[in-house]
């Protein structure tokens, strides 16, 4: 039946598209979608003094991090030292330009803007007023959060040492500690926001509102789409644009699949090459000694290091492959998803599938450190190989196409593709 409900109060679920009405929330709760128990609503206690509080101590961290050394080592007589700068200076000093530009945004340019965003947007909440790029910064921070990779750099970096700590004797320096903590700080800023809160504390609502909505039925049949960034309800003949953000608003069940496909046909290409070319290559004195992702796998389970042969095997391999045949699969099962009466079997594989996707960029952070660790001329030294590049393009791309597969598809119903 029709219900009317204030519209602070209504939300369209980003994944499978049911329309519902909110309970008031009292500060320490969530409020969870009935039908596929997504959460669309998390309220927080003093999340501007949380947020500000825990976002300064991690830009703070980021400081000492950057200014002090990383990680020394020494061996046969002769040491190096190496700051987090340096992982991708030594990267572009090896004509890897590609990897030193997603090297430097997911270690230190992406985290470090969304913390800076985060303050700036709760200052404003308590100043009060308009301020310039409110909702671009807003945006901005919606988007970049999965993106923010420190404590996968930090577990890549402790790989890295264990791969050298037979051939070395390894210390960790104050940056290590530092960034450490770091990436413990981003993660817990992020689990304090209230996403919701700080739309509506900073934009409110814009008009013109959706009128006579059925609460508890899909929102698409309605001629209704939610706003995957602000969750703003819209009418899905609207201008096209989020009546209260602005950012397009897609029709979800035309074209969903093709976005998906493109992207994992990119990243199976680029697998083969990850595969089969050497990720890094070691010089001694005896020589060239090339080695592939599976080849660095191997040669760890060898020298007893088995705990992280099995951590490299399972982020290398296991997890892009799996991600690309779940999402296949995903694809495949949307196309006959009227014929199903299981919906949590395939939304729970995708949740596993999009939240394990960037641990795949471990080997790339391995190869950056040791690179930047071991330059020590002919005695030995560490360069990247072809497919570091590429597998960091598989990780992307397998991480693009988790985020264009859109899980309402797998709710649908067949009269909404009638027209394509």
């Known amino acids: 039946m029709t219900q009317f409900h204030s519209i602070r109060r209504m939300r369209i ?81 090896r004509g890897e330009a590609w990897l030193a530009i997603v090297l430097t945004l997911t270690m230190v340019v992406l985290p470090g803007c969304y913390l800076i965003g985060l303050i700036y947007l709760h200052l404003t909440v308590v100043l009060g ?95 209704l789409i939610g706003c995957t960034l602000c969750d703003a309800v819209n009418h899905s003949d609207h201008s096209g644009h989020c009546r209260r953000c602005g950012s397009p608003l897609f029709i979800w069940y035309k074209y969903a699949q093709t976005r998906t496909l493109a992207l994992l046909t990119g990243a199976i290409i680029l697998y083969i090459p990850a595969m089969l070319l050497p990720i890094m290559t070691t010089v001694d004195l005896s020589g060239a000694m090339p080695s592939t992702i599976v080849g660095g796998v191997i040669e760890l389970w060898q020298i007893g290091s088995q705990p992280v042969a099995v951590i490299i095997f399972c982020a290398s391999i296991v997890i892009p492959i799996a991600k690309i045949i779940a999402l296949l699969w995903l694809v495949q099962r949307s196309n006959n998803a009227r014929l199903s009466h299981d919906k949590s079997s395939p939304m729970l594989l995708y949740r596993v599938t999009d939240v394990i996707g960037r641990w795949s960029m471990i080997d790339v952070f391995v190869v950056a450190i040791l690179v930047a660790l071991i330059q020590a001329g002919a005695l030995m030294s560490v360069y990247p190989g072809p497919a570091a590049a590429a597998f960091a393009g598989v990780v992307i791309l397998t991480m693009l196409a988790a985020f264009s597969f859109d899980t309402r598809q797998l709710w649908w119903s067949k009269e909404l593709r009638k027209d394509e």
């Open 13 to 93: 679920c980003s994944e499978c598209d049911l329309v519902v009405a909110l309970p008031p929330l009292p500060a320490g709760t969530q409020a969870s979608c009935p039908r596929c128990q997504h959460t669309l609503a998390r309220r927080q206690r003093q999340p501007v003094q949380r947020v500000t509080a825990w976002a300064l101590a991690a830009l703070m961290m980021l400081a000492v991090a950057l200014y002090f050394d990383f990680v020394s080592f020494s061996t046969r007589g002769i040491g190096e030292t190496i700051s987090l700068t340096d992982t991708v200076l030594a990267m572009l000093g």
């Open 129 to 223: 007023g308009k301020w310039p790029a409110q909702q671009l910064m807003l945006k901005w921070v919606s988007l970049v959060q999965p993106w923010l990779m420190a404590d996968v750099f930090l577990i890549g970096a402790l790989v890295s040492l264990v791969k050298v700590s037979s051939l070395a004797e390894i210390e960790f320096e104050v940056g290590f500690w530092a960034y450490g903590a770091f990436a413990l700080l981003v993660i817990h800023t992020g689990r304090c926001i209230d996403r919701d809160w700080l739309w509506f504390a900073l934009v409110g609502e814009s008009s013109p509102k959706p009128q006579k909505v059925t609460i508890g039925a899909s929102a698409a049949p309605q001629n």
